[in-house]
């Protein structure tokens, strides 16, 4: 019984560990794919950042956390457009970013950012 009660906040802490180092990989993965993305469209990624804007657990193919992130970009330098991508998993969902009216431009998995 002792022996359980012992083990029990070392189980706490362990998960603690490993949620921390899924959400680091994770937000590595989005910052390389928000840098790749404004290579790809010519646009300059802003402050070389990405930023969590929100997390759940989904069921999709098992247990996996959704993440939504934001990132700022500039299509000429003057000016800050803000895109956003999800991550369920590691696998990347969707990507929303805005084209030079306003206009927002989602892409689905597969599909290519016009």
Known sequence: MTAALLLMPLLALAVIVIFWQE?????????????????EHGVQWLDQTV????????????????????????RRGSERWHGRISLL???????????????????????TIT
Request: charged fraction near 35%; proline fraction near 2%; glycine fraction near 8%.
């Open 23 to 39: 959400q680091q990989a994770s937000l590595e993965h989005a910052t390389r794919l928000c840098k790749r993305l404004c290579e």
């Open 89 to 111: 998993g590691r696998r990347l969902e969707w990507v929303d970013m805005p084209d030079e009216t306003g206009r927002r431009v989602l892409q689905q998995e597969g599909e």
């Open 51 to 74: 930023s969590l804007e929100g997390m759940r657990l989904c069921l999709a193919n098992g247990l996996h956390w959704r993440r939504r992130y934001r990132f700022d970009f500039s």
